[in-house]
């Protein structure tokens, strides 16, 4: 009869497998945010408040196409350019900005009320 001690020490073969999927998982899915831009908020604008009215800051954003925005003078929309700022300096009153992204979808991106 042969003694294998050898079998007493490691992992369970189940363990190791299930540590092996998950940490190639989590690679794949690292390496896939960075590539295909995943985590990205890809539909994010910076709007500043001023006294005044707001001023959105049009920079490095490849998804939206138009802005609209409800002012308290009217309605503005805006082609979006992927550079500069708008300046809506319209006085007091509530300011509801509307994104278009490329798919032409529609979203509420949010209301500043100016006072």
Request: glycine content about 6%; proline content about 2%; overall charge negative.
């Amino acid at each position: 009869m042969i003694n294998n001690k050898d079998n007493t020490y490691g992992v369970s073969p189940i363990i190791g497998i299930l540590l092996f999927v998950s940490i190639t998982l989590i690679v794949v899915l690292v390496i896939a945010n960075f590539t295909l831009d995943l985590g990205s908020s890809e539909n994010s604008l910076e709007i500043q408040e001023q006294d005044n009215g707001i001023i959105i800051d049009m920079n490095n954003n490849n998804t939206i196409t138009n802005i609209e925005v409800d002012t308290p003078s009217g309605f503005a929309h805006i082609v979006y350019e992927n550079n500069g700022e708008i300046e809506l300096l319209y006085g007091e009153g509530e300011y509801i900005v509307t994104i278009v992204t490329e798919e032409d979808d529609t979203e509420l991106y949010d209301t500043y009320t100016i006072e």
